[in-house]
């Protein structure tokens, strides 16, 4: 079992930046790809990005490409999603996910993340 905790969300204004956090405990954290999912009301969650166990390999949705920078402290057991020039339709909670299974070259699908975290609220004012 892998247990995730995400903190860092908040309310800021269009154009400023939110640094997200998710703690990991229970298996070794650096068996895992790890990834942010977003989901807005009434909207199916979604990709953001993605990192592999060893960080060299990350992946990002278009929307968030040249604005969101994902991260990893394997000693630390944390990833890390730093948002700039946030948007508006940034708005959403944010998930954080681990995956054992594509821990090399991790997947951009949402079911083939084993385990979540509980999200974190990111709203975005205009």
């Known amino acids: 079992q892998v247990q995730l905790v995400e903190s860092g969300g908040g309310l800021v204004q269009a154009g400023g930046s939110l640094r997200l956090s998710c703690a990991a405990s229970?298996?070794?954290?650096?068996?895992?790809?790890m990834a942010w999912f977003r989901q807005a009301p009434g909207k199916e969650r979604e990709f953001v990005a993605a990192i592999s166990w060893g960080g060299g390999v990350t992946y990002y949705a278009d929307s968030v490409k040249g604005r969101f920078t994902i991260s990893r402290d394997n000693a630390k057991n944390t990833v890390y999603l730093q948002m700039n020039s946030l948007k508006p339709e940034d708005t959403a909670v944010y998930y954080c996910a681990a995956d054992y299974g594509s821990r090399s070259d991790p997947d951009r699908r949402a079911y083939a993340y084993d385990y979540w975290g509980q999200g974190t609220q990111v709203t975005v004012s205009s």
């Open positions: 229970g298996r070794t954290f650096s068996d895992y790809a």
